[in-house]
């Protein structure tokens, strides 16, 4: 028989001999290894897992146009380019217009996206009914359908009409003998419109105003109260609220909006082929309880086709990366020829560090003291072992047995309990990260082949280190005295 398989008699026998607190030594290491291998199973796939979680609040990333820039398909893709695809969640383009509803004469915030990737970059929408899939669909906002009391399945009419440039800017159709006219928002955002002539000096030689969505016998005064429509006749264009012109007591926004509607006025030619008019469909109610609510939202071909241009305000990005990469990707952009500019939402950045900080560091320190745990109890267990066993461990070293040879075999049977229990541990770990990431994330996880290698290291040079008092105490027992019976 070679020694090798005498040495490992030696240490199986042993190990049966005392089955019992063997057992307690092996179950002591591979609970701690089991505790080991699933919580540094859950600490790399933790920043994975909260990152999904974190996806749920929103975007964390915004680019914007520079001053000089422009937000555009292109631009947003090259920007894109800067940052792995595979990392990449959703990106959803915004932009935003003024849309008229003429048959209520209000107005409302539209805005034109890309629904496909809304879904990926706000899951936090709750949405009654289902998401645009058709040309000419809209999803509003819940805010907007109790206002104008909507529902799934609604017909809607919207139109667009062009900004008309800054007031207090002479116009090129403010011109004598023209017919102007103009809308703005009065009181509750709801719009009011004006009708004007001009004379041959091109000043305003008559006025009509339109205020029936204005309050009753408030606002609505602007468009009957004599008094107030003749301080307009005589003026050139612009006019100014304060400048010979005085407005409605308790109607000051109202009032104010009539001049608004004048200093925007067009011809009545021109204002109406300049505005574009398409009936939607509502398929969808949003709930968010925010500012989402008050919006009208469409796909980006509908609002390009109501504005007839390619212009995109905004484009809110979900990117499944740490700060440090965030940050990193956000200077790429940013420094970058794309004329963009990439700004990270603090509030889920930051709070996602800060979480995946906190649980690592919780994690770890569970793992160190499940460890110290595990070796306390092995070395208590491995004591009383070198106790029982001290005549004959005595009368080994009065036939001749070494040191070397007594620690060989305590440490040998501590590296075999070492590696049964991390087998024993790398397997029950697994599953107990499973169940913890099913039960808290909802979500499983994936098997890293190279724990069950690490666990069994770990596992043994814990029963290592734990064996080293008991194998202290182990040799330095007397032959002599243990064998007079002391």
């Known amino acids: 028989m070679t020694r090798r398989k005498m040495f490992l008699r030696m240490i199986t026998a042993s190990l049966l001999r005392r089955r019992s607190r063997m057992l307690i030594a092996l179950l002591s290491i591979a609970v701690g290894a089991t505790i080991l291998s699933g919580l540094v199973t859950i600490y790399y796939d933790v920043p994975r897992q909260m990152g999904a979680q ?141 009708n004007a002539t001009l004379d041959e000096n091109a000043k305003i030689a008559s006025i009509e105003v339109d205020a029936s969505s204005q309050t009753e016998n408030i606002g609505a005064l602007v468009g009957t109260d004599q008094a107030f429509l003749k301080q307009f006749i005589g003026k050139s264009l612009p006019v100014a609220l304060g400048d010979g012109i005085d407005g409605i007591a308790g109607a000051t926004i109202s009032s104010q909006a009539v001049v608004d509607a004048l200093n925007d006025a067009r011809s009545a030619e021109n204002a109406v082929s300049r505005e574009n008019t398409e009936r939607f469909e509502v398929t969808g109610i949003l709930s968010t309880g925010g500012e989402e609510e008050g919006y009208i939202y469409m796909a980006l071909s509908d609002l390009r086709r109501l504005t007839e241009d390619e212009i995109l305000d905004v484009a ?112 029950l770990g697994f599953v107990f990260a499973q169940v913890v990431s099913i039960n808290v994330f909802g979500s499983s996880i994936t098997f890293q082949p190279l724990l069950l290698p690490a666990t069994l290291i770990v596992s043994m040079a814990i029963a290592a280190v734990s064996c080293q008092l008991p194998i202290k105490r182990a040799v330095a027992i007397d032959p002599a005295i243990v064998l007079k019976g002391e």
């Open 54 to 194: 974190f996806r749920s609040y929103g975007a964390n990333m915004i680019l914007l146009p520079e001053e000089e820039g422009s937000l555009t398909t292109d631009t947003l893709e090259s920007a894109l380019e800067q940052i792995p695809q595979e990392n990449i969640v959703g990106a959803t383009p915004y932009r935003y217009v003024r849309l008229d509803m003429p048959s209520r004469q209000q107005s409302f915030t539209g805005a034109g996206t890309d629904f496909s990737q809304v879904v990926k970059t706000s899951p936090y929408f709750s949405v009654e009914g289902e998401y645009p899939e058709a040309t000419r669909q809209v999803l509003i906002g819940k805010e907007i359908a109790e206002t104008i009391g909507a529902k799934v399945g609604s017909s809607i009419e919207l139109s667009y009409k062009p900004a008309q440039g800054a007031q207090g800017e002479a116009s090129e159709e403010w011109v004598a003998g023209a017919s102007l006219t103009g809308s703005a928002e009065g009181f509750n955002e709801a719009v009011l419109t004006v």
């Open 316 to 427: 809110e990005l979900s990117v499944s990366a740490g700060a440090d990469e965030l940050e990193a990707y956000s200077e790429s952009i940013s420094g970058s020829d794309t004329g963009l500019s990439a700004r990270l939402v603090k509030r889920v950045a930051k709070s996602e560090a800060s979480v995946l900080g906190k649980l690592q560091a919780l994690v770890f320190l569970v793992t160190v003291v499940v460890l110290l745990l595990t070796m306390i109890c092995v070395s208590t267990t491995m004591m009383a072992v070198v106790s029982e066993r001290r005549r004959e461990i005595g009368l080994r070293k009065a036939l001749g047995a070494s040191d070397g040879e007594i620690r060989k075999e305590f440490l040998g049977e501590g590296m075999f309990l070492g590696g049964l229990g991390g087998l024993l541990g790398a397997v």
